[in-house]
């Protein structure tokens, strides 16, 4: 039998080619693909990178599905099951939205594919008693279970060249915006630390990046992880949170296993935004230029995000969080407008309030990349989103590139070992390139290059 898995796009412009920044390893899938029997031959599609075939040869489709990829998502199942296939969903935007999801798909899983429950959903596929729904929650261990992805599958596509590898799933905090928290329910799982060992040991890529969302989650576990990662000679990046400022052992422990960046969402400088998204706990005593010069010490370059769109927000803080990225020298930086992802308190609460200019924004016609889709306190939608715009476009102009360039932590040891200053210049000239092409991009749909939809 075959087994398809698809990895939609957001969208595309026709002849026109995809953003590379958005082109890593589709993980989930090749992690899906290794949970498989044998008996099944697998195929991965990734959209991003490949042409959608107009007959599917296939036994049944596996669709991954996130928020800004469900219309797409949406689009190619229609297709597919109208030829006579199978379509199973999967993916974060399944935990959020189940009732959309059945809608569009034969099948669907609901939480992590670990534990049992993806044999036993192909096992019911085969025997004609495939379920609509599928709660991976009745499954729920607290260690997560590993499982060797089908990197093969991987093969010729053009990814980055990072490895990408996880190590731990879910965030124990519970901020108001975060699609990640309503996912997982504020639960965190992890794997076995002599389980992730052997999956790098397989990597061939000397970059790793570890898709976790949240790899600091728990500081003693971090610690035994990086002591054995160690003696591997690896780089690698991933999310951290600035309370790390208060782990000497942590740091050094991360500075020695390689750690070469970590994305840290500050989010606001503002302690009053920070309560109100459910993010007091950010809030340090020492001051976030103070953190951010401990954590350069040990070498730590950091990718810092910032949001923009609570009520407590006026355009001179855009304006002031900018100057401030720029002046800690930042490696890189998002500065991203509020999005209320569905299934969110923060949906939810912008919802009752009437704020909310179109409920199913994700699911809207002529919906681009970086439009606001609620009505902030004191911009207009089109105002918030021109500013965070002309603040990412500020932050990697070449003369701020330039300002940025420090020896501790973004270029260090640019003579004996230039690895860390070439990733800093390649890094901000690819994000300064994406950054113009994200912005209007389509979400899901395929347009021509005057915006009319093909698909």
Not at 9 to 19: E, M, Q, R
Not at 96 to 119: F, N, Q, R, Y
Request: aromatic share 12%.
């Amino acid at each position: 039998m075959k087994l398809t898995l698809i990895q939609p796009s957001v969208g595309k412009i026709a002849n026109k080619p995809y953003i590379k920044s958005w082109t890593m390893e589709p993980l989930a899938l090749a992690t899906l693909a290794g949970l498989t029997p044998k008996e099944f031959e697998v195929e991965l599609i990734d959209e991003r990178i490949d042409e959608l075939p107009e007959f599917y040869d296939t036994d049944v489709v596996g669709i991954t599905v996130e928020t800004y990829t469900a219309k797409r998502a949406y689009s190619i199942a229609k297709e597919i099951r109208s030829q006579g296939v199978k379509v199973i969903m999967g993916g974060i935007h399944v935990n959020l939205m189940p009732d959309e999801v059945m809608k569009h798909c034969d099948s669907m899983l609901v939480g992590g594919a670990e534990g049992g429950i993806w044999t036993q959903i192909l096992n019911d596929f085969k025997n004609n008693k495939l379920q609509k729904k599928y709660d991976a929650n009745s499954y729920f261990q607290k260690e997560l279970e590993h499982v060797t992805p089908r990197r093969d599958l991987y093969a010729n596509k053009g990814y980055l060249p990072l490895g990408l590898v996880e190590s731990g799933r879910g965030c124990p905090f519970t901020c108001e915006f975060c699609a990640i928290t309503s996912a997982h329910k504020g639960k965190y799982r992890y794997k076995l630390v002599d389980k992730i060992i052997e999956d790098i040991n397989n990597i061939p890529q000397k970059m790793l990046y570890f898709a976790d969302d949240n790899f600091v989650s728990k500081f003693s576990r971090t610690k035994e992880l990086c002591d054995a990662m160690a003696p591997l000679n690896k780089k690698w990046f991933s999310h951290g949170t600035i309370n790390m400022a208060n782990q000497p052992e942590l740091l050094k422990k991360l500075q020695k296993s390689g750690c070469s960046n970590l994305l840290i969402g500050f989010e606001s400088l503002n302690e009053d935004t920070l309560k109100s998204m459910g993010k007091s706990w950010a809030v340090v005593k020492r001051g976030y230029a103070e953190s951010i010069k401990i954590l350069r010490d040990y070498g730590i370059s950091i990718y810092g995000t910032f949001v923009f769109g609570y009520d407590q927000d006026k355009p001179e803080d855009i304006e002031k969080t900018l100057e401030f990225a720029i002046e800690q020298k930042m490696c890189l930086a998002a500065f991203n407008h509020l999005v209320p992802y569905p299934g969110t308190p923060l949906y939810s609460r912008f919802e009752k309030e009437g704020r909310l200019i179109d409920k199913e924004w994700w699911l809207k016609d002529g919906y681009n990349f970086g439009e606001v889709s609620f009505s902030p306190k004191n911009f207009t939608p089109q105002e918030l989103s021109k500013k965070c715009y002309d603040a990412r476009m500020d932050f990697y102009k070449f003369s701020n590139i330039l300002k940025r360039v420090e020896f501790n932590a973004n270029c260090r040891d640019p003579f004996s070992d230039p690895f860390q200053a070439l990733a800093f210049m390649s890094a901000n000239f690819v994000s300064q390139k994406g950054i113009k092409q994200r912005q209007n991009w389509p979400i899901g749909n395929i347009i021509d290059k005057n915006g009319k939809i093909l698909n």
